[in-house]
């Protein structure tokens, strides 16, 4: 069954809607050329991913000690998207709001350093 911009695929439904176009586009070829549906929407979103979203242009979202507890900020704003008492506090809404936002998130320990790299860019 071919999909549009009004029907497609559950997995397509919280991609912004470029990529979303881009993997409809790529997962009707896919059926086209004999792919089943199973197989032709995991490509599919994979590949808008990449074609849509090169890895340049891949925000970097940061967890960085703030006055008032812990932040998360997109890299290089002085603005926090959100701020919360504790860093464990924090982690779970940034990594959704990361995940949904297809960042990079750094997380930082409390003297500054770099601690870790989630959803790096491959």
């Known amino acids: 069954m071919p999909w549009n911009e009004d029907n497609y695929p559950e997995s397509f439904k919280n991609l912004d809607s ?9 997962a009707n070829a896919l059926l086209r050329d004999g792919y089943t549906e199973s197989r032709a929407i995991p490509i599919a979103l994979d590949q808008a991913k990449k074609t849509e979203m090169g890895a340049e242009e891949r925000p ?10 812990w932040q998360l900020k997109k890299k ?7 701020i919360e008492e504790t860093k464990d506090s924090l982690m779970g809404e940034a990594k959704r709001y990361v995940t949904k936002n297809h960042g990079e ?15 790096e860019s491959s």
């Open 18 to 26: 470029a990529v979303r176009h881009k993997a409809i586009e790529i």
């Open 76 to 82: 290089d704003s002085k603005r926090a998207i959100l």
């Open 60 to 69: 970097v979202y940061e967890i960085r000690k703030h006055e008032d507890g």
């Open 105 to 119: 998130l750094h997380i930082y320990a409390a003297d500054g350093s770099l601690s870790e790299t989630l959803y």
